[in-house]
Every structure is written in structure tokens, then in C-alpha cells.
């Protein structure tokens, strides 16, 4: 049975919002973006689709419109339309791909490479209407990008691992988003869990606060491990396969808090206290609607006996927490011309393999850290640094610095504007001891120095030197370069770099008005 996609049924509404705060009805024949974008559903009923093809695609491209910009979300709209007009398809399957493939020439490949991750969400999500096989089939096609011959099945710009630039762009963005309340404990744990160990959810989800450890090495020194669950594992059950492995203190931390938290609402909705034999049993990750459905502690807790998997977050309520975060996200990437970077576990994943892989380890060591049993699939993980690593050209940050939006603080004439004006410790100083602005956070800051540049509290002077903070980094960058430092240790300077290439422009710009140019 076919379908118009711009009814699902005569009366059924739910409101959505895009990135740019446009609220668009999910079922509507038009959903407006932004100040000048709209999707038209009306040009897809000649195309008579089949009825869960549409629903799924249209529930899939709504995440899309809430989580990037409306011109990348119209692009997938308009080559989605293009690969049904161009096959005479109304289904999703490798032929339909296939065919459309057959129709694209090389230099534009790159408009399947964008639907490769439509495809892939619209399977994660398992929304209705893509047969089971084409997944598979998008994560192993190899294809050319925008430039022609570069080839971006590695290092994948929409689905593969995140850049450096990225990288550092999405921890910088969530550290600021968390210290403002834009992101709540639980939310950024789910992040940083996921940036840290590339774990797949369902490892991530089943953990406990009893598979945390801390303790001291021989020489004092603080170690922090996490037995964590096996995610592929054959013929096992629920949490009955482990490896340990250690963690940053800054992750152990989080997922204490958060654990504690899981904690605190289970006392919260039975008033009463967890017995101390039972809280390494509790979820650091849980189902709150689980919890909710008990009507006593106790029976509460001879559930995880029963049904041991049924108080731990759901697989549909994980996809939506990084949904969450990705809608809530800031941070850019310079590889598709400044475009929002769309967070998923998966890439996350790549990321972390990849990492491990331009820092020199082997695939034994890979395997290790993904949790492998073996190393056969390594390979699917690790991308081909050498197509994946982009130094940013120091010509090139003039245009890049803007796209990335690396800065996070705001610009201010001098220092009577500052919020701690009248305290000198706020005062931040460039490498030749000038200062170049003020702090506003209150509490102590390990930092300081050109990473304020990265900093949401940083109030740089629109007449400070940071022009001679960027040359120190260029300077430097250049001496890494000499020396033979790896392209992974140069990168590690590129978000500093265009923040502060950012804020040197923003200020060119605030004296351009005040001498009215």
C-alpha cells in the first residue's frame, strides 16, 4: 500500500524543532528550517513509495533537521528524491543503491557518501522501510568524495571517524555546555563515556557501580578501572562476559557521580536507603520508567534476580540520549564547510580504533581496547590515517577559524566590562607577558594561557595582542613540524589555532565599527 507523506493520518500532529529553533509539524507537507529553507513532502507523492519506506524515511530525516543545518538536511532531501526518480524505485534496497550508483559519475559520488550516513541512522534507529542488507552494504561501499580520486569510504566525512579538529571541537563544546547547564550529568556522561572508550552502548548501558574500581598502585599512584561488559559475545547472557580495563580519573569520576545519582533516585521513589549489599547491583545507567513501575524497593531490587537486564536504560532510550545531545550540539567541523557535528556512538568508535591506530599500536593492542576477542575485525574500525589526516594549512586559517566557531567566550572593549574587573588574578596574559583579557569563572583553572582562547568563561580585550598569541602557536606548530613530530601531535593545536585566528578577526572587525570602516 502506498502512502502521501504528508498524511499519516487526518488528524495525527507532532511538533518538532530544527536546529535553528523552527518548529515543523513531523507529518506536515512542509517543514520550514530556517529564515529561507523549507522541505516540500508534496514533491514526493508521485513517487508513490511504499508506505513504511516513507514513514521511515520521514522519521529519520526529522532527527536530521533537529540535530544539523537546513542545508545539509535539504541536500539529503533532494538526493534522496533524486535516487528515486533516477531508479523508478519506491523501496530501499541494495539495488535501488546500486542502480543509483550506476547513474552518478565520479566527482559526484559524494551525494550518496552523504545519504551513506541516512542510511546507516535510518538502520540504527530500526525507523521502517530499509531492507536489513543495505547497512551492511553502505558501511563496506567505497567511494569517491567531492575532490575527485580522494576516496572517502575512509575517513568518511558524514559516517567515519571524527577528525582531530572534531575531536577536540566536541570535548571543548561539551566541557563549556556542561559548565552552563546546557548539558545535565547524565547527558554528559553518556558523551564523555563514549568519547573515551568507544564502548558500544549496550556495553556502556549494562554497566553497574560495582564494575567501577579504584585503588593505589605499589607507588601511590591513583588507578581507576572498569570491568566492562562484553558486547559481542557468543552464546553468553547478560552481563556474564568482562574485561577489565583501566580509565581516565576524569571518567571514573563522571561515572561515579552519575552512578550515585542512579543511586539517589531509587532512595528518591521508595524513601528508602538501598542496603549496602545491594548498591554495586544498581545500573549507573537507568531505566527511570523501569524504576517507576515498581510500587516498593524491594521488589525493585528482586527484579535484577528475575529479569536482570530490566532496570538498566533501554536500547531506544540510549539512541535518544545521544540523539539529545547531538540536537543540543555547537561544535562544527571545518570538513563539510563549518556544518554541525551530528554525534553517534558508532563513529565515536571509529574514532577511538583510529586514534589508537595513528598513535602506532597494533591490531592486537585494538582489538584490546575495543573489546575484541580476536583481531579479525579490526580492520573495520580503523581508518586509513593517511587519507584521514588533514594538517590545516596556516594559509588556510583565515577561511577555517570562522567555519570551526572554535571560540566560545565573549569579546569585550576592556577590562572595566569584565565580570571580575576589579580582580588582577582574571587577568590573562599572552607568552610575552601582555595581558589579552579576563577570566570570568571564579573557581581555580589548571589551564590559563592561550586554552582560555577554547573557554566559554574567557573575555578577551577587542585591543588585546592576540595576534602574538597566534604567532607563538604558529611558531610552534612550525618547530613540531621541523623536529618531525607526528601530523597527530601537530593537530592537537588546530581548535586553539581557530579559536584564536577567530577572535583575531572578531576583534578586526569591532575596530573596523569603531573607526567606522
Same mark, same amino acid.
Given at each position: %500500500?502506498?502512502?502521501?507523506?504528508?498524511?499519516?493520518?487526518?488528524?495525527?500532529?507532532?511538533?518538532?524543532?530544527?536546529?535553528?529553533?523552527?518548529?515543523?509539524?513531523?507529518?506536515?507537507?512542509?517543514?520550514?528550517? &530556517?529564515?529561507?529553507?523549507?522541505?516540500?513532502?508534496?514533491?514526493?507523492?508521485?513517487?508513490?513509495?511504499?508506505?513504511?519506506?516513507?514513514?521511515? %524515511?520521514?522519521?529519520?530525516?526529522?532527527?536530521?533537521?533537529?540535530?544539523?543545518? +537546513?542545508?545539509?538536511?535539504?541536500?539529503?532531501?533532494?538526493?534522496?528524491?533524486? %535516487?528515486?526518480?533516477?531508479?523508478?524505485?519506491?523501496? #530501499?534496497? #541494495?539495488?535501488?543503491?546500486?542502480?543509483?550508483?550506476?547513474?552518478?559519475?565520479?566527482?559526484?559520488?559524494?551525494?550518496?557518501?552523504?545519504?551513506? !550516513?541516512?542510511?546507516?541512522?535510518?538502520?540504527?534507529?530500526?525507523?521502517?522501510? =530499509?531492507?536489513?542488507?543495505?547497512?551492511?552494504?553502505?558501511?563496506?561501499?567505497?567511494?569517491?568524495?567531492?575532490?575527485?580520486?580522494?576516496?572517502?569510504?575512509?575517513?568518511?566525512?558524514?559516517?567515519?571517524?571524527?577528525?582531530?579538529?572534531?575531536?577536540?571541537?566536541?570535548?571543548?563544546?561539551?566541557?563549556?555546555?556542561?559548565?552552563?547547564?546546557?548539558?545535565?550529568?547524565?547527558?554528559?556522561?553518556?558523551?564523555?563515556?563514549?568519547?573515551?572508550?568507544?564502548?558500544?552502548?549496550?556495553?556502556?548501558?549494562?554497566?553497574?557501580?560495582?564494575?567501577?574500581?579504584?585503588?593505589?598502585?605499589?607507588?601511590?599512584?591513583?588507578?581507576?578501572?572498569?570491568?566492562?561488559?562484553?558486547?559481542?559475545?557468543?552464546?553468553?547472557?547478560?552481563?556474564?562476559?568482562?574485561?577489565?580495563?583501566?580509565?581516565?580519573?576524569?571518567?571514573?569520576?563522571?561515572?561515579?557521580?552519575?552512578?550515585? +545519582?542512579?543511586?539517589?533516585?531509587?532512595?528518591?521513589?521508595?524513601?528508602?536507603? @538501598?542496603?549496602?549489599?545491594?548498591?554495586?547491583?544498581?545500573? @549507573?545507567?537507568?531505566?527511570? !520508567?523501569?524504576?517507576?513501575?515498581?510500587?516498593?524497593?524491594?521488589?525493585?531490587?528482586?527484579?535484577?534476580?528475575?529479569?536482570? &537486564?530490566?532496570?538498566?536504560?533501554?536500547? &531506544?532510550?540510549?539512541?535518544?540520549?545521544?540523539?539529545?545531545?547531538?540536537?543540543?550540539?555547537?561544535?562544527?567541523?571545518?570538513?563539510?564547510?563549518?556544518?554541525?557535528?551530528?554525534?553517534?556512538?558508532?563513529?565515536?568508535?571509529?574514532?577511538?580504533?583510529?586514534?589508537?591506530?595513528?598513535?602506532?599500536?597494533?591490531?592486537?593492542? @585494538? !582489538?584490546? @581496547?575495543?573489546?575484541?576477542?580476536?583481531?579479525?575485525?579490526?580492520?573495520?574500525? #580503523?581508518?586509513?590515517?593517511?587519507?584521514?589526516?588533514?594538517?590545516?594549512?596556516? +594559509?588556510?586559517?583565515?577561511? =577555517?577559524?570562522?567555519?570551526?566557531?572554535?571560540? !566560545?567566550?565573549?569579546?569585550?572593549?576592556?577590562?572595566?566590562?569584565?565580570?571580575?574587573?576589579? &580582580?588582577?588574578?582574571?587577568?590573562?596574559?599572552?607568552?610575552?607577558?601582555?595581558?589579552?583579557?579576563?577570566?570570568?569563572?571564579?573557581?581555580?583553572?589548571?589551564?590559563?594561557?592561550?586554552?582560555?582562547?577554547?573557554?566559554?568563561?574567557?573575555?578577551?580585550?577587542?585591543?588585546?595582542?592576540?595576534?602574538?598569541?597566534?604567532?607563538? #602557536?604558529?611558531?610552534?606548530?612550525?618547530?613540531?613540524?621541523?623536529?618531525?613530530?607526528?601530523?597527530?601531535?601537530?593537530?592537537?593545536?588546530?581548535?586553539?589555532?581557530?579559536?584564536?585566528?577567530?577572535?583575531?578577526?572578531?576583534?578586526?572587525?569591532?575596530?573596523?565599527?569603531?573607526?567606522?570602516?
Amino acid at each position: %500500500m502506498n502512502v502521501s507523506l504528508t498524511s499519516k493520518t487526518k488528524h495525527e500532529r507532532k511538533i518538532l524543532k530544527s536546529k535553528f529553533g523552527y518548529e515543523f509539524d513531523l507529518y506536515g507537507e512542509k517543514w520550514k528550517l &530556517d529564515g529561507s529553507l523549507s522541505l516540500n513532502w508534496k514533491l514526493y507523492d508521485e513517487l508513490n513509495l511504499e508506505q513504511q519506506v516513507a514513514e521511515g %524515511m520521514r522519521l529519520t530525516l526529522a532527527v536530521f533537521a533537529m540535530e544539523l543545518s +537546513a542545508s545539509y538536511t535539504s541536500s539529503i532531501f533532494r538526493n534522496l528524491r533524486e %535516487m528515486f526518480i533516477k531508479t523508478n524505485a519506491n523501496s #530501499v534496497s #541494495v539495488a535501488t543503491i546500486q542502480n543509483y550508483l550506476g547513474t552518478l559519475k565520479k566527482d559526484n559520488e559524494y551525494k550518496l557518501g552523504a545519504l551513506r !550516513a541516512f542510511f546507516l541512522d535510518w538502520d540504527e534507529r530500526g525507523n521502517p522501510g =530499509l531492507d536489513a542488507d543495505v547497512a551492511p552494504y553502505m558501511e563496506s561501499l567505497r567511494l569517491s568524495g567531492m575532490e575527485k580520486g580522494k576516496a572517502v569510504s575512509k575517513g568518511c566525512p558524514h559516517t567515519g571517524a571524527y577528525s582531530m579538529q572534531e575531536q577536540q571541537a566536541i570535548l571543548t563544546w561539551a566541557v563549556n555546555a556542561y559548565d552552563s547547564d546546557k548539558l545535565n550529568l547524565k547527558e554528559y556522561t553518556w558523551l564523555i563515556a563514549n568519547i573515551y572508550l568507544g564502548s558500544r552502548p549496550v556495553q556502556l548501558r549494562s554497566s553497574t557501580k560495582g564494575d567501577l574500581n579504584f585503588y593505589k598502585s605499589q607507588d601511590g599512584q591513583d588507578i581507576y578501572k572498569l570491568e566492562r561488559v562484553g558486547g559481542k559475545q557468543r552464546n553468553a547472557g547478560f552481563r556474564e562476559v568482562f574485561d577489565e580495563i583501566e580509565i581516565d580519573e576524569d571518567l571514573a569520576l563522571l561515572l561515579q557521580n552519575q552512578s550515585q +545519582a542512579s543511586i539517589r533516585f531509587l532512595e528518591k521513589q521508595f524513601g528508602e536507603s @538501598i542496603p549496602s549489599n545491594q548498591i554495586h547491583k544498581i545500573p @549507573i545507567f537507568l531505566s527511570t !520508567a523501569a524504576v517507576k513501575s515498581f510500587r516498593t524497593l524491594e521488589d525493585c531490587l528482586h527484579c535484577l534476580v528475575i529479569k536482570p &537486564d530490566y532496570l538498566f536504560m533501554r536500547k &531506544d532510550d540510549a539512541v535518544n540520549l545521544m540523539e539529545t545531545i547531538s540536537i543540543k550540539c555547537e561544535a562544527r567541523t571545518t570538513r563539510l564547510n563549518g556544518e554541525y557535528i551530528s554525534l553517534r556512538s558508532r563513529r565515536f568508535r571509529y574514532t577511538v580504533a583510529t586514534n589508537a591506530r595513528r598513535r602506532g599500536l597494533g591490531a592486537r593492542y @585494538i !582489538a584490546k @581496547i575495543l573489546g575484541h576477542k580476536d583481531m579479525q575485525n579490526v580492520k573495520v574500525y #580503523v581508518e586509513n590515517t593517511s587519507e584521514t589526516v588533514d594538517i590545516i594549512d596556516e +594559509a588556510m586559517t583565515t577561511v =577555517l577559524a570562522p567555519l570551526a566557531q572554535a571560540f !566560545a567566550g565573549t569579546l569585550i572593549k576592556n577590562e572595566r566590562d569584565a565580570i571580575r574587573a576589579n &580582580d588582577p588574578r582574571s587577568r590573562i596574559k599572552s607568552n610575552n607577558g601582555s595581558s589579552v583579557g579576563n577570566c570570568g569563572e571564579f573557581g581555580f583553572c589548571a589551564s590559563g594561557g592561550r586554552q582560555c582562547y577554547l573557554c566559554s568563561k574567557f573575555q578577551p580585550w577587542i585591543h588585546g595582542q592576540h595576534e602574538k598569541v597566534l604567532e607563538s #602557536v604558529l611558531k610552534e606548530r612550525e618547530s613540531l613540524r621541523a623536529r618531525g613530530a607526528s601530523d597527530f601531535v601537530i593537530q592537537s593545536t588546530d581548535n586553539v589555532l581557530m579559536a584564536i585566528k577567530e577572535v583575531v578577526l572578531l576583534c578586526e572587525q569591532e575596530k573596523n565599527l569603531e573607526s567606522g570602516i
